[in-house]
Each structure stands twice: as structure tokens, then as C-alpha cells.
């Protein structure tokens, strides 16, 4: 791929959660495909049937990689926050289970509604919202990206919604939707600034983001195990904006946007003097460089989605809907 994909691929750990990504300038018209140029033309990402055979073949190559427990089976399928995800998800699965996967369950995805935005340039890209048998009844959002015609669709989002949570996008007489830019100054927040402004929130507070399990609730559950006896927890934050990191939004019916973002974070246990980092789990072990004497501090790449209302509605917060967050690699010191 030619974009710079920024930091790449390390995995998620927790098992119950996933990812995926892709999009193409090709045009099938009723009597054949029409090869245009993607670069200035505004046209469809993807056909319907682009999108849904690039679902199955990312689901394909997701249940071939869990199953072996080998990142090479699905890394031409996934792509941006996803593949970091998943990545060290399979790593930690490969260094702990050798011979394979003893726990593997296929992914199964029924329903998918795909959401297909005209747009003129690369990458091109549409969302997939699929029911799973998998993530507790929620919904599957899956983000597909593709940089040109010749390119494989890769799964650069996936996050997971509660039934009901996911609005209704404008859409054309055709059906197809419409690509917020990342720029955009007729929403609450700019795509390109929510990264930015989600950590600024963990950091600092505020009220440019909803009270949620995503906002307010995590900033509680920090504040509360920042210090415990013999053990003090820092983090920090960072935005993931470049390359395959780069937002993707759609056009909500109200006026707004639905955003998908990526966020960096990382936690680090200090142990007092006389006392001891907690033994983490065998798959953070496994994704740990050095020993862990006197500290610990943990990589994880998170991906997004959320509500951006449209500028001037209501009181302008932005409702995380869905993260999906995951272990990419750590250091023992």
C-alpha cells in the first residue's frame, strides 16, 4: 500500500473482541464494469457485491488466522487500527498456543447492511453493520479501505454497537451515502480533530464528550486505580490520525456524522520499594520485552466510533458509541 501506515500492527489480547477494512474506482454498470478514473471522479466506493464479497473474504481469512494462530493468514485483509489489534492478539495466541488455537470458534456474520459513500479520490471506503454470533448481541461496524483499483479491501475499524445505536445515513436517490471530510466545519468536532480531542478529554475532562462507558465512566475507573497500596498507575494518551489511522465519517440523516477513530494509550505500573508489579496474564507476558522488576507499562491501540452532531445542535457533545481496545506490545523494567 502506498499511504504511511504509521505504527503497525501489534494485536488485541482479550479474545472478545475483533477488527477489519477496504474500498476501489470501479463502476459496474448494468451492462459490465466501466474502468474511470477514481482519482477525480465522484462515484460509489464500492458495489454492493464488492462489499459483500470483501466481507466474506475478511471473515474467511479472520477465522483461518484465529484458528492457526498466524498473522500472515489475514494481514492482505485487515489494515490501520484493526491490524494492530488483532496482530498481537494472534502473537500472544501464537507464543502461548504453538500448535493452534484450542478455543477457536468460527466468526459467523449474518444481516449486513452495507454503507457505501460516493466520493472522487483514494482511499475509498464503506462501512459493513452485520449481526454477529460473537460481542454479546451488539452489532458489528466494520470500515473496508481500499487505496486503488487493484487493491485488496482491508478492514481498517472494526467496533461494536449496541441494536438500535446505529443512525440512519443520508443517502441518494441511488442509496449511496455521503463521505464527511475530515475537515468538515458543519459538525461539533472536525473528523480530524476527535482523536485529538478524545484524549485530551481522558486526560483533562471537560464537556465536549458525553457521559458514557467510553468518557466519563473510563476516566473514573482510571482515577480510581491510579494509586493503590505499593502501586502507582500513570497514563497517557495520544491521537492516531496518519495513514491507515486516519478517521473515516459518514453523512447521519440529523445533520451530524458517524465518526470512526483511532487513540493510542499507555498504562504504567510502578511498584513502590519492598513491593511488586502484579504478574500480568500469559498473553501480556507474551508481548513483554525486558523484566519486569519495578515496572510495567502497556501499549494499547484503540479504535472508535461515535455520534459528531451536526454544528450548533443540541449541546454539541460527541456520544462515543462503541470502542474496541487492544494490547499491542510491552515493557518490563
Not at 454503507?115 to 483514494?122: E, F, L, Q, R, V
Request: net charge negative; hydrophobic share 40%.
Amino acid at each position: 500500500m502506498s499511504r504511511d501506515r504509521g505504527p503497525r500492527r501489534p494485536r488485541r489480547l482479550d479474545r472478545k473482541i475483533l477488527a477489519a477494512a477496504s474500498v476501489t474506482a470501479l463502476s459496474l454498470t448494468a451492462s459490465g464494469c466501466v474502468v474511470v478514473h477514481g482519482e477525480r471522479e465522484v462515484l460509489p466506493s464500492a458495489t454492493r457485491a464488492e462489499a459483500a464479497k470483501a466481507l466474506e473474504q475478511f471473515t474467511e481469512a479472520y477465522n483461518a488466522a484465529d484458528k492457526a494462530y498466524d498473522t500472515s493468514l489475514d494481514a492482505d485483509h485487515t489494515t490501520g487500527a484493526l491490524a494492530a489489534i488483532d496482530s498481537a492478539r494472534l502473537k500472544a495466541g501464537a507464543t502461548n498456543h504453538p500448535d493452534g488455537n484450542p478455543d477457536h470458534a468460527p466468526l459467523e456474520l449474518s444481516d449486513a447492511k452495507y454503507t457505501i459513500p460516493k466520493k472522487a479520490g483514494w482511499p475509498r471506503w464503506f462501512v459493513a453493520d452485520a449481526k454477529a454470533n460473537k460481542g454479546g448481541g451488539a452489532r458489528w461496524l466494520l470500515a473496508f479501505t481500499r487505496d486503488g483499483l487493484d487493491g485488496t479491501w482491508e478492514a481498517a475499524y472494526l467496533t461494536l454497537v449496541a441494536p438500535g445505536k446505529v443512525p440512519e445515513f443520508v443517502t441518494d436517490a441511488d442509496g449511496w451515502a455521503e463521505a464527511v471530510p475530515a475537515d468538515a466545519t458543519d459538525v461539533s468536532v472536525a473528523p480530524g480533530d476527535l482523536s485529538k480531542d478524545y484524549t485530551a478529554y481522558l486526560k483533562d475532562g471537560g464537556k465536549s464528550f458525553a457521559d458514557g462507558v467510553h468518557t466519563s465512566t473510563w476516566r473514573a475507573s482510571r482515577e480510581k486505580r491510579g494509586t493503590r497500596p505499593g502501586l502507582v498507575t500513570q497514563f497517557i494518551d495520544e491521537p492516531l490520525t496518519n495513514g491507515d489511522y486516519a478517521p473515516l465519517a459518514l453523512r447521519t440523516k440529523d445533520g451530524g456524522a458517524l465518526v470512526f477513530f483511532t487513540s493510542r494509550h499507555f498504562e504504567k505500573q510502578t511498584a513502590a520499594r519492598g513491593a511488586s508489579v502484579p504478574t500480568p496474564n500469559k498473553d501480556v507476558l507474551a508481548l513483554t520485552d525486558g523484566e519486569i522488576k519495578q515496572s510495567l507499562t502497556m501499549e494499547f491501540v484503540s479504535n472508535e466510533v461515535a455520534l459528531d452532531p451536526a454544528d450548533g445542535a443540541g449541546d454539541g457533545q460527541v456520544s462515543v458509541l462503541g470502542r474496541v481496545q487492544g494490547l499491542t506490545s510491552a515493557k518490563g523494567e
